[in-house]
């Protein structure tokens, strides 16, 4: 496995007691820092969003920062920035621009999924509508939506302006498994554009990239790999940069 891996996740569920994701402080924690070993150096938490019900965007700021903070204790460079995974309705874009539905760390990128048996024309016109409106839109998991089975449609999307992050857990596996070969053809024909763990809790889905990093070395050149892992979400933190203060990942991204 190279070294050096400079990870940024940008699909993480660590914020405690907010989702499905992970449910106190310690747990939180111990899910970073078995990132942490595997080569990330930032993470953005996305936690799930997008309805009227749920923790307010203030809440959100105040839990991120108690991770940092404790974070900070232990691993006084790893920097987490605040997202959401938003779930696609009519009134999203309403939200977005009322501050109720959160960007991916303040830049103009947003973290969108639907439902895995969405029809192909509502998330279509879900992701245009987003990035008519001047927002980036990241179909979250893309391995799910068997819409996009189809090779028109998943080609559409794309030639329609949205980018695609795919769960490192699709990758691992036999070649053998059809899921698996189709997820990892997307990844050789340079379709994904960021990888993340969508990590949740200790006992299920905990971050384990191992078996994805040791397949793409295998198989996929070193530039590719540092762009679905971290160049690509360094350019979105640069985006959110001209907002707020990225704090430190750039002169950590760029060294070495």
Same mark, same amino acid.
């Given at each position: ?23 106190? %402080? ?18 953005? !938490?996305?936690? &799930? ?6 923790? @307010? ?19 006084? @460079? /790893? ?7 938003? $779930?696609?309705? =009519? ?6 621009? !009322? ?9 103009? $990128?947003?973290?969108?999924? /639907?439902?895995?048996?969405? #029809? ?31 090779? =028109?449609?998943? *080609? ?9 992050? %795919?769960?490192?857990? +699709?990758? !691992? +596996? ?14 050789? !024909?340079?379709?994904? &554009? ?9 006992? /299920?889905? #905990?971050?384990? %990239? ?5 397949? %793409?070395?295998? &198989? ?5 790999? @540092? ?6 979400? $360094?350019?979105? *933190? ?14 950590? $991204?760029?060294?070495?």
């Amino acid at each position: 496995m190279p070294l050096n891996r400079k990870i940024i996740d940008i699909h993480a569920h660590i914020l405690p007691g907010v989702d499905d994701g992970a449910r106190t %402080m310690e747990e939180a924690c111990l899910l970073l820092e078995q990132a942490i070993d595997q080569g990330a150096i930032a993470v953005v !938490a996305t936690p &799930h969003g997008g309805g009227r019900s749920g923790p @307010k965007p203030y809440e959100l700021q105040r839990l991120a920062g108690q991770v940092q903070q404790e974070m900070s204790r232990r691993h006084p @460079k /790893f920097r987490i920035f605040l997202g959401q995974e938003l $779930y696609y309705h =009519e009134g999203l874009l309403e939200q977005l621009a !009322a501050g109720e539905a959160l960007t991916m760390a303040g830049s103009r $990128y947003v973290l969108v999924e /639907f439902d895995p048996s969405v #029809p192909y024309s509502l998330l279509y016109r879900g992701l245009r509508s987003l990035y008519a409106a001047a927002y980036q839109p990241i179909l979250a998991h893309v391995e799910r939506y068997q819409c996009l089975r189809r090779e =028109e449609n998943l *080609l559409e999307v794309l030639a329609g302006g949205c980018l695609l992050q %795919m769960n490192y857990g +699709g990758l !691992a +596996g036999s070649r053998w498994n059809s899921e698996t070969r189709w997820r990892r053809n997307q990844v050789l !024909a340079g379709r994904v &554009h960021f990888l993340g763990t969508d990590m949740h809790r200790e006992d /299920f889905r #905990p971050p384990r %990239m191992e078996g994805a990093l040791d397949w %793409m070395d295998r &198989h996929v050149e070193w530039k590719e790999q @540092k762009r679905m892992t971290g160049g690509n979400a $360094y350019q979105m *933190l640069v985006d959110a940069k001209n907002r707020r203060d990225t704090n430190g990942v750039h002169a950590k $991204y760029t060294k070495g």
